[in-house]
């Protein structure tokens, strides 16, 4: 990933990059490949787009696809080219806070909105509340989205075996950043199955 991610390249050739790697590593299908460099990294639901990726940087990576078995892959993560700005470096750790705060709340019956909660907490504490703006996770399995979504309003206690995304993002703008894993409720917590490091990840 880092040696795709230079200045001059746009956000589509990165993208394509991407593709071709899911489909390497043994995936039947790619589903989505979202690259948000610089003020596109402050929106949450950008895809990627003819805009040329600059010194200075955030870049954050939303990657997913489906296996020969039919399930589904989703990880997001988020890098910066050259020295972070300042800001950047604070609020994300403010994001892995939250979203190890999540995590650590997954358990048999607690429930959907409970692990929400938790990651709101570190981020609302910061300051940052009002610039965390969808919910911290969705189910997958067959379907990239299905139940249980981690959602307030959603009093569905967790049940070991269900599988969801944990993915706080902070989206102050003139950049953003967002870390997700899917994880695991497990019969006494939780497992995550992305394995990538979740620091913020300096390229260039």
């Known amino acids: 990933m880092t040696g795709w991610l230079r200045p001059g390249r746009t956000e589509r050739e990165v993208a394509a990059d991407i593709a071709k790697a899911i489909i390497a ?15 596109n990294a402050a929106s949450p639901h950008h895809d990627a787009s003819d805009r040329v990726l600059a010194r200075g940087d955030a870049v954050v990576v939303d990657i997913g696809g489906t296996m020969p078995t039919g399930y589904c892959s989703d990880c997001t993560r988020t890098y910066v080219i050259g020295a972070p ?13 939250a979203q190890d705060a999540a995590c650590a709340a997954v358990r ?27 919910r911290t996770g969705h189910g997958i ?26 993915e706080p993002g902070i989206y102050p703008g003139p950049h953003g950043a967002r870390i997700e894993d899917i994880v ?21």
Do not use: M, W
């Open 184 to 204: 695991v409720c497990t019969e006494d917590g939780c497992e995550r199955l992305n394995n990538a490091p979740r620091e913020l990840v300096v390229v260039g």
């Open 108 to 134: 048999p019956g607690v429930t959907a909105e409970e692990v929400d909660t938790a990651a709101r907490g570190p981020i609302t504490a910061a300051g940052y509340g009002e610039h965390f703006v969808h």
């Open 141 to 166: 399995g067959l379907e990239v989205h299905e139940h249980p979504y981690i959602v307030q309003g959603n009093p569905e206690p967790l049940q070991a075996g269900n599988a969801f995304s944990v």
């Open 85 to 97: 700005p300042p800001e950047l470096a604070t609020y994300y750790q403010v994001l892995k806070d």
């Open 25 to 39: 590593q043994g995936h039947a299908r790619v589903d989505f490949t979202i690259v948000g460099s610089g003020p």
